[in-house]
């Protein structure tokens, strides 16, 4: 597990009801390896916004900013900006979890966090700046040449730029 640079996100972390601050741990694990995953990711930086623990692409600014956050004892969730398109993206390929709006992916405590959706969810908005940038068919060329475990773990990718609708491509 990666060392707390920050003292107040660290101090958050510890704030919040065991079972929550768990998942929250795990999900901050799967930061930092999908960011170490892809040199297109770059550094991350570690911080405190709206005092929730968040995750910014710093160099280059690759990303929008990740969140993580308690809403209450028995569920947290992952929050991206609003304005961006990754919720409603990802509401047409798993349309059974639980949203808030265009911002977040609410998670009951009950249950373990679906790593290889969260994981997904992660790439995508780790990389939203520099994939909306990209022409699709080289991004997808990309994605089979350079991160061949996202191929084998999701079949369809999702970018601002290639329709999809409940996994498959149009």
Not at 47 to 68: E, H, M
Not at 110 to 134: D, E, G, M, T
Not at 137 to 149: K, N, R, W
């Amino acid at each position: 597990m990666k060392n707390f640079k920050n003292v107040l996100v660290k101090q958050k972390f510890n704030s919040y009801p065991t079972k929550v601050k768990q998942n929250l741990m795990l999900i901050r694990k799967i930061i930092f390896e999908v960011a170490g995953e892809d040199e297109n990711i770059g550094e991350l930086q570690e911080t405190l916004k709206w005092n929730q623990p968040s995750y910014i692409t710093s160099t280059p600014k690759s990303g929008t900013t990740i969140r993580l956050d308690c809403i209450n004892s028995s569920e947290y969730a992952i929050y991206v900006h609003c304005q961006t398109t990754l919720i409603a993206e990802f509401k047409e390929i798993y349309p059974d979890y639980k949203y808030e709006g265009n911002r977040a992916i609410i998670f009951n405590v009950a249950n373990k966090p679906p790593l290889k959706i969260v994981k997904h969810f992660i790439y995508l908005a780790l990389s939203y700046h520099y994939r909306k940038n990209l022409d699709i068919g080289f991004f997808m060329i990309y994605v089979a040449l350079v991160l061949p475990h996202f191929t084998n773990k999701y079949k369809s990718f999702v970018c601002r730029k290639s329709p999809v609708v409940h996994g498959q491509m149009l």
